[in-house]
């Protein structure tokens, strides 16, 4: 039988409510993380405030055990969540988390008080003695401790010789009672009638049964081995009528007992022969066993307090002491016996130490010679009385004498009276009592020596008894009243009643202590009781009040029962039901009956108890015999039926409210049990299993019934009704959401702590679900009705709804889910048919307006169009549209928007740049602004983009994929191509400046006039002052040109791809005017001057070019060896020619730089 854990209170609830509100107020000094604090209150909201876990505690189904399960499975579920803890295990944060929840839901009060003394209702449901018991069960029926004691007195239920005597008593009317039917033909009416007479056999064998049990239990230890044969009766035989011929004779070795002797010797007294300093001892012996010895002892102190210990046969032993002292003649071979004593010893003589005189030897001195001792002969089990007894039979004791008589217990139903001589073990007589009746008798005439009198009769013999007191015959009556096993109860003569009353006494040595407690009795109203014959009874409508009422009492202590009686009461009513032969149907239907009477009553009762009592009765009326009972009364079978019906209703009612009558999946499994028993219940016979298409539908009729009360109860709860009939559409549309968040928890829990319960029937779940959403739906279409054209906040229910419904398997694209979808489809559509005409319009009124100044990693207008397009694909994506091809045209037309878009983008940036460039300056003084480097990070962001917004996820079919293939890839190529004409032209217009150049060394050609006149003139004017190299500043300039501007590209342009690109079109195309312009003059000779610039020019490109990541490949083409080449030659040549050299300029690599030639 499980343990049962303590009730929860309504105060001890409000207790603990308190207890976490104030651990989250920050009121105790429990130190916690926030992940705990909020399992905490997470707890603290959802369970402990909701008005089911109320619900539960009043039903009384609600222990400290549920509140600690729930929370542990609700923080199982976070820590699993939870990131893994380098050296800290989950485990060991489970058992943290677990050990801080007890000590706040036991307080610190708790804690510190000491533990009260349980009160009886606490100690229910450990293994209780029998005076709990008493206390128990006086508590259940309301008698008095007056009554009980004097009920307790008057049946000496202390006495287990007169219980197990009272069994055989009823046992035996029982049987006579089965007789009586059996005769007179009066029996209940049953849905057969060849059961009448299986029902006296069936009387007749639960009453033997019993006798068997009770003829098997041990009686004594000790003595042969001895079982009465069953007693076998047919179906004709009368207890009444058994015979000698059926008796089993008993022999006189079967009542051999076995006696325990203590002889404990102290002192003698009165030694005067001897001298003080002789040594003295003792010896005892039983008469036939050993001798044993005392310790030595000085004459002048005879003291010894020695035990010894014996062990026989003999009822009447003898026991023999001697006193002696040692010798001291050399000649003397035995010590001198001083005195001795023998004892007849029985077990009614006292045990207390007496003082005896000894018998000494003829002429001793000793004549006043005393020993005290005590003398205790212990009464073996299986002796129940005994003691010395005149007897007159007509078949055993013949003679009337006094005679030593001991009433001997065979087995439980086998009694001997036996009479014994001394120092014998086997009777000298026995007689066995079964089937005689003992009663007080008057004296008998002519039998004298006897003073109170009293016989045993039985047909064909009589024998008579006297005892020397009335005491003495009272106690045998009473033991001779309980071994026979008579229904007659014998009553002490009346004349002793008065002659004690005369004599003013209310308890004289002659008055018997059983007539004390029946005058008392008399006096409390409790006499009736006290003679009642318990097999007149109608014990069937006593049980049924008996256990209603053990029922109620269980109910109301402090364990969470669930109609569960505890072992103790359990015990009584099994014993109450064997003793009295109560049907076990009648037991379980009475059971069922106040069962459901409490469930009804909204008291938790636990559905595996109902489905065990109701199995036994369904297996009995249908005639399977669970407790060896064949027949079936009709009035068993009409209330079995009646239960049955009530029972259905009852099981139906609480799968409907199933999350009302078992909150939070508690009692655990109880749910399921009770499907379990709704199965059981629809069964029509014992054999027969329902069809799964029947219990189906009984549950789906219930599940549907529970939809419409859960969403009541929820709109109640949120007081939804009147908010979404009234209010603005904002505060209707914040309603609507916060219900649907509470639909959601609600189906959440329902998975949770129901969903394994009806595991055999997802679908009914799923129709559940649905019937719950399509009553919210009502609620949601009428709100989303009321809210205004083009209004966009109604999105964020969608979201909340079809996140928990695609995650649902059972409810992914349902009829709600569906519903939901055709709802939402306009909006979206309309929502991005909006959105796609505003973005457009930004696009075209942007760049009339753009400054084209840097913003992150582009321009104000394209960052603008970059995060309108990215928010409106996450916008959809956040919608998760559960439809494949709805999703699909989504993501498409949304792809196909952004190319549209970045298309118009990267048009719009290059006719920009285009007009830019045209407005720079055609000189050395060009310096790139940042407005055309912002232009070109604006491509390169756009083609980063591209990749993100206008690529399509997820499986799409090999068609469409294609075709999107082929359709991005003219973004990526117009992108491409639009950067390389970006460059192009920006190349141009730096080759223009070079071409600037190149013109103004071309004055300096061979056979010029002007170069004549520039070349007299600087000659000239070199003798009187020291004139600037000519060339050089030109050089220089375009130097500082070409490097600025590689600083503000590389500085500016995000993107190094097209950097390293675009220098390498520079470089290339470089290289290339100046190799057509030496071309150009082939047959010509440079001048000096232009010679100089040149190879400045040429190998500072070089150098600068190299820094920037120009490959060597690159670097050293063909064009470039033509020219270097040429400047090679040409340098050679005005080496010879020119006087003053070229100053240090010289195309070598192991030159040094001009600016560090002096």
């Not at 009465?228 to 179906?235: A, D, F, G, I």
């Not at 309980?482 to 002659?510: E, F, I, M």
Request: hydrophobic share 35%.
């Amino acid at each position: 039988m499980a343990r049962r854990q303590q009730k929860m209170n309504k105060q001890q609830l409000q207790t603990v409510k308190e207890r976490f509100q104030g651990f989250m107020n920050g009121e105790t000094q429990i130190i916690a993380d926030e992940a705990f604090f909020n399992a905490i209150q997470s707890y603290f909201e959802i369970f402990l405030k909701s008005d089911r876990v109320a619900r539960m505690v009043s039903s009384g189904g609600c222990s400290a055990n549920d509140f600690r399960d729930v929370f542990k499975k609700n923080i199982e579920k976070r820590v699993r969540s939870l990131p893994e803890i380098d050296g800290l295990s989950k485990e060991t944060v489970l058992s943290s988390w677990m050990a801080k929840f007890d000590t706040i839901y036991r307080g610190e009060e708790d804690l510190r008080s000491k533990p009260a003394r349980m009160p009886m209702s606490a100690v229910s449901e450990l293994i209780l003695s029998k005076e709990q018991l008493y206390e128990m069960f006086q508590q259940i029926l309301g008698i008095k401790k007056i009554e009980h004691q004097l009920l307790y007195n008057s049946c000496q239920l202390d006495n287990s010789d007169e219980q197990a005597a009272q069994i055989r008593r009823e046992l035996d009317g029982r049987l006579q009672m089965a007789e009586q039917l059996a005769k007179e033909r009066k029996t209940l009416k049953f849905v057969q009638k060849d059961m009448e007479n299986m029902y006296i056999e069936e009387l007749r064998s639960s009453v033997n049964l019993l006798m068997a049990n009770l003829e098997s239990l041990p009686v004594a230890k000790g003595g042969p081995e001895f079982k009465l044969q069953k007693l076998k009766r047919s179906q004709n035989s009368s207890f009444l009528d058994i015979g000698d011929e059926n008796e089993v004779q008993l022999s006189k070795s079967d009542v051999v007992l076995s006696f325990t002797l203590e002889i404990v010797i102290m002192e003698v007294q009165g030694l005067k022969s001897v001298a003080p300093n002789r040594i003295v001892y003792c010896t005892m012996e039983v008469e036939g066993g050993e001798k044993l010895q005392t310790d030595q002892a000085e004459a002048s102190r005879p003291q010894w307090g020695t035990q010894g210990d014996f062990t026989t046969t003999h009822p009447r032993p003898v026991v023999k002491i001697k006193f002696f002292t040692e010798s001291t003649g050399v000649l003397a071979l035995e010590d001198k016996e001083l005195g001795k004593l023998v004892l007849y010893p029985t077990p009614n003589s006292l045990k207390t130490p007496e003082l005896l005189p000894m018998v000494t030897p003829k002429n001793s001195q000793d004549s006043d010679l005393k020993m005290k001792l005590a003398v205790k002969m212990d009464k073996p089990p299986n002796m129940k009385h005994c003691g010395y007894l005149h007897a007159l039979g007509q078949k055993v004791w013949k003679r009337w004498k006094k005679r030593y008589f001991v009433l001997v217990q065979v087995s439980q139903y086998t009694f001997a009276m036996c009479s014994y001589r001394e120092k014998k073990s086997e009777p000298q007589e026995l007689m066995q009592l079964e089937g005689y009746t003992v009663d007080y008798t008057e004296p008998q005439p002519g039998l004298d020596d006897g003073r109170a009198f009293f016989n045993a009769v039985k047909e064909g013999d009589t024998v008579v008894y006297a005892s020397n007191d009335e005491q003495d015959r009272v106690l045998w009556v009473q033991a001779m009243y309980r071994a026979t096993g008579q229904s007659y109860k014998p009553t002490p003569p009346s004349q002793v009643q008065k002659l004690n009353a005369k004599r003013g006494s209310t308890q004289l040595p002659d008055v018997p202590i059983s007539q004390f407690y029946a005058d008392r009795a008399q006096k409390q109203g409790m006499d009736e009781f006290i003679a009642a014959d318990p097999c007149k009874f109608d014990h069937s409508a006593l049980f049924e009040v008996l256990q209603r009422k053990t029922l109620e009492h269980r109910l109301n202590d402090s364990y969470s029962c669930l109609g569960w009686f505890s072992p103790g009461q359990v015990f009584v009513l099994d014993e109450y039901c064997s003793r009295y032969g109560l049907r076990g149907c009648h037991r379980h239907l009475c059971y069922l009956k106040e069962l459901i009477e409490r469930a009804e009553g909204g008291t938790m009762i636990d559905p595996t108890l109902l489905h065990y009592s109701f199995a036994f009765c369904a297996s009995h009326v249908h005639g399977n015999r669970p407790d060896g009972i064949g027949t079936v009364t009709v009035e068993e079978k009409e209330r079995f039926n009646e239960i049955k019906e009530r029972l259905l209703s009852l099981l139906e009612n609480q799968i409907t409210h199933f999350r009302y009558c078992f909150p939070f999946g508690r009692p655990e499994g109880a749910l399921k049990a009770t499907l379990s028993l709704l199965e059981r219940v629809l069964m029509k016979d014992i054999a027969t299993p329902v069809p799964p298409e029947d219990v189906k539908k009984v549950v789906r009729r219930c599940l549907e019934k529970s939809a419409l009360i859960n969403y009541s109860h929820l709109s109640e709860y949120a007081k939804i009704e009147d908010a979404l009939s009234q209010g603005t559409p904002g505060k209707r549309l914040d309603d609507v959401i916060r219900l649907a968040e509470l639909c959601i928890e609600v189906l959440q829990q329902n998975e949770e702590h129901h969903y394994e319960a009806f595991s055999w029937w997802p679908d009914l779940m799923a129709e559940h679900a649905e019937i719950f959403w399509s009553l919210f739906a009502v609620d949601m279409d009428a709100t989303l009705e009321a809210q205004p054209q083009d209004s966009w906040d109604t999105f964020p229910l969608f979201q909340l709804l079809n996140n928990y419904l695609r995650n649902e398997p059972l409810l992914n694209n349902g009829k709600y889910h569906t519903h939901l979808q055709e709802l939402f489809i306009p909006l979206v559509v309309r929502y991005i048919d909006l959105m796609e005409s505003a973005i457009a319009q930004s696009i075209h009124k942007s760049f009339e307006q753009e400054t084209w100044q840097p913003v992150k990693n582009g321009s104000s207008t394209s960052e603008d169009l970059f995060w309108k397009l990215d928010a409106l694909q996450m916008f959809v994506y956040d919608l998760h549209w559960p439809e494949p091809e709805f999703s699909q045209h989504l993501d498409q037309r949304l792809k196909l928007m952004a190319s549209d878009m970045i298309e118009a983008c990267v048009k719009r940036t290059r006719v920009a740049f285009e007009a830019k460039l045209q407005k720079l300056s055609k000189s050395t003084d060009l310096r790139v602004p940042s407005s055309v480097c912002t232009m070109f990070n604006v491509l390169v962001d756009a083609k980063k983009q591209s990749t993100k917004l206008c690529i399509l996820e997820g499986a799409q079919e090999f068609k469409s994929r294609k075709q999107w293939q082929q359709y991005h890839s003219k973004i990526d190529l117009l992108i491409e191509e639009t950067f390389k004409e970006m460059i192009s032209l920006l190349v141009s217009k730096f080759v223009f400046v070079l071409e600037g150049v190149l013109s103004k060394l071309s004055r300096y050609d061979e056979g010029t006039f002007f170069s004549s006149i520039l070349s007299f003139t600087v000659k000239a004017a070199a003798k009187y002052v020291d004139v600037p190299q000519p060339g050089m500043d030109l050089a220089d300039t375009y130097i500082t040109f070409v490097r600025q501007n590689q600083d503000i590209l590389r500085d500016k342009v995000n993107e190094e791809m097209y950097i390293e690109h675009l220098f390498d079109r520079w470089y290339t195309t470089t290289i290339k005017v100046i190799c057509v312009w030496l071309t150009d003059r082939m047959d010509l000779q440079l001048h000096l001057y232009q010679l100089k610039t040149l190879i400045k020019i040429v190998k500072k490109s070089y150098r600068d070019f190299r820094l920037q990541g120009v490959l060597e490949g690159t670097l050293n083409s063909k064009t470039y060896e033509t020219v270097q080449t040429r400047l090679t030659v040409e340098e050679a040549t005005a080496s010879v020619s020119e006087s003053g050299g070229l100053q240090g300029i010289t195309m070598k690599d192991s030159d040094e730089e001009a600016e560090d030639v002096k």
